[in-house]
């Protein structure tokens, strides 16, 4: 059975609610010292998987609507996007004041040549920066074909962003090494599509 237009409009309002309601708890944790001695790596943490989470969700989408013979679930994909966007931002803010220091932004220059892996990480954020601001269906009306081009940057983003984690935590842990297993195995599901690139 496909889903209908009015269960899609609920779905979205519980995919907002899933994407929302981390928050009120980091909000809430932050408040009630709930961390760590070490507070700000939790946060950036934090931060930092929830938005591998919902970029892994966005990229599940497609793959379900086609597989799942649901293709009313594109619909979410957009939204699943912009807070992916939207965490990604917690995540790179976070980074800035709490490890950084709101006096000592300058030292970002830096710190992306001595720590390669926060280069992957801002890059990452440029390109969701750079997909939610086209994320209009007037700019891709406007765009054309050169939209789905231009979008197709997530993928590098699945890859980045996985190995940005890796690369950060230093040492060899499952979580961040199954979040890079799930963004290879929804890549993996593009096959097809990645080899028509290349004909």
Excluded at 55 to 79: E, H
Excluded at 83 to 96: D, E, G, M, N, T
Excluded at 105 to 121: I, S
Aim: aromatic share 14%.
């Amino acid at each position: 059975m496909r889903l209908s237009a009015k269960q899609i409009t609920w779905l979205k309002v519980a995919l907002h609610l899933a994407a929302f309601l981390p928050f009120l708890w980091l909000v809430y944790a932050a408040s009630q010292g709930l961390f760590s001695a070490d507070p700000a790596k939790d946060i950036q943490h934090f931060t930092g998987r929830m938005a591998l989470k919902l970029l892994l969700a966005t990229l599940l989408i497609t793959p379900l609507a086609r597989y799942g013979k649901q293709p009313l679930l594109i619909r979410t994909r957009r939204l699943l996007g912009l807070w992916c966007f939207a965490w990604a931002s917690l995540h790179l803010v976070s980074y800035s004041l709490l490890e950084l220091g709101i006096n000592n932004l300058g030292l970002l220059g830096r710190e992306l040549v001595t720590r390669p892996y926060l280069l992957l990480g801002i890059t990452s954020w440029f390109i969701l920066l750079a997909l939610a601001v086209t994320s209009t269906q007037r700019t891709q009306r406007y765009l054309g074909s050169r939209w789905q081009k231009l979008h197709n940057f997530v993928y590098l983003v699945a890859i980045l962003a996985p190995i940005h984690y890796l690369w950060s935590v230093k040492i060899i842990s499952p979580q961040p090494l199954l979040y890079a297993l799930a963004a290879f195995i929804l890549l993996a599901l593009r096959q097809k599509k990645f080899r028509q690139w290349w004909r």
